[in-house]
């Protein structure tokens, strides 16, 4: 178990996880900078498996970058959370996760609450790409994604029969697609698993109302602008 309080690691550079390996391991970070982070492989800032990550308490994770997935973390079966705290600037211009990519081998939920996303880039999924049967995204209200960018899912990306529930009111926008002529959220297809999705107010920037889709096996989800 690690906790780092109103720390910062600055910089630093691995080919798995620029800052932080975790391996099996509960970390949880407080008030902590992670900035200018590289990864010549996963996970600028944070590589984590089979492990616990808390992010909390207004830390920052910002100018990180990953040459493939992840470009602040590259999490797999680890539970995460994320509270208070701001991703920004953060890239994996080649592959997937500008901010966060989230992988669901064993069941494992990504939340994230009262938190901003703002200005991350990657080629799926600008702000968060999550995957795998077993995956789980929920956002909370008070989040913000601003101005993320990808080729397809500007701020978020889901892929398979991942599950998401976003539990407004929550704020997208200036999420760009470049690939896609859907900005926002795409979802590739979901599986047995209830998924639900936004639809976008009259407006076209802030996201304000749930609605329930179910996704049986079999169907597309439909692109969500």
Known sequence: ???????????????????????????????????????????????????????????????????????????ESTPVRIVSSTLSKNSAPSSS???????????????IDSSVLFENVANSGG???????LAALTVESGTVLDSNSAASGGAVFLEGASMASFLGPLTLK??????????????TFCGVRPVFFLRRSWDHNLWEHIFEQCCS????????G
């Open 127 to 133: 702000g968060i790409f999550v995957t795998g049967s």
């Open 174 to 187: 200036g999420n760009i697609a470049t690939g896609d002529t859907e900005t926002q959220v795409v979802w």
């Open 217 to 224: 096996a079999g169907w597309g989800c439909p692109y969500v």
């Open 1 to 75: 178990t690690l906790q780092l309080d109103s720390d910062s690691l600055i910089e630093n550079e691995s080919g798995v996880g620029g800052a932080l390996y975790m391996d099996s391991s509960e970390v949880t970070l407080s008030t902590v900078l992670m900035e200018g982070n590289v990864a010549s492989a996963i996970g600028g800032a944070i590589r984590s498996q089979l492990g616990v990550l808390f992010i909390e308490s207004s830390s920052v994770l910002t100018r990180n970058t990953a040459s493939t997935d992840g470009g602040a973390l590259w999490v």
């Open 97 to 111: 996760g500008g901010a966060v990519f989230f992988r669901g081998l064993q069941d494992s939920t990504l939340l």
